[in-house]
């Protein structure tokens, strides 16, 4: 029996994606663009019969995944929500680091908001979650890009620390599959419009 896949999507392009700045707890709709970046993702996804489809209740990627509109309907799961950046919230890193040199999300306090560790802890409930629910075949999740890297990191067995190695552009689709007895990456950052193609048999 086949391990079931995950395709992770990250939500759309919205007015402060564009400039770089922290977009945890704000719900901020898509831009247009973004819009025609989730609709450009639905082609991404044709040819695959999806068991389950998960979203984030921010609007951003809710909006994503009902542009999308996967078949099997949505359900909406609160553990999806981006990281809380507490102090940090609607800055980029330069401005920042103005004043914390060297600051990043991924190696510094995040005062009055979630710790990398307390991510991924979600990252953990929504995987298990996910591996109850679907045993065969397919799902995807709509959700945010600190988020998404945090939960690939996990899907691997890495600590929460090293999604900073995975940096997703807004509405690419990745997919997480397995091969053989390990969890693995079968594809990253797949560009909008391009066809995915349906199930990837190890």
Same mark, same amino acid.
């Given at each position: 029996m086949e391990a079931p896949q995950l395709l992770v999507i990250r939500h759309g392009q919205t007015d402060w994606s564009l400039t770089g700045r922290h977009t945890g707890r704000t719900d901020i709709e898509l831009t247009d663009v973004g819009r025609d970046e989730a609709r450009a993702a639905a082609s991404t996804l044709a040819g695959w019969n999806l068991d389950r #489809?998960?979203?984030s209740p921010l609007?951003? #990627?809710h909006e994503t995944a009902e542009l999308v509109s996967p078949s099997c309907g949505l359900?909406?799961?609160d553990s999806l929500v981006e990281w809380d950046y507490g102090v940090y919230e609607g800055e980029s890193t330069p =401005?920042? !680091?103005e !004043?914390?040199?060297g600051w990043s999300v991924w190696t510094h306090e995040i005062v009055g908001g979630e710790s990398v560790e =307390?991510?991924?802890e !979600? #990252?953990?409930r929504f995987l298990r979650r996910f591996e109850s629910e679907v045993t065969v075949g397919s799902a995807v999740v709509f959700a945010h890009g600190h988020f998404l890297a945090i939960l690939i990191a996990r899907w691997c067995g890495l600590p929460a620390v090293?999604? !900073?190695r995975f940096a997703l552009a807004t509405a690419t689709v990745s997919l997480l599959g397995s091969h053989r007895e390990d969890r693995v990456i079968r594809t990253l950052n797949h560009r909008v419009g391009d066809v995915l193609d349906p199930p990837f048999r190890s």
């Open positions: #489809a998960y979203t609007v951003r #990627a359900v909406v799961d =401005q920042t !680091r !004043r914390v040199p =307390q991510v991924g !979600r #990252a953990d090293e999604g !900073r």
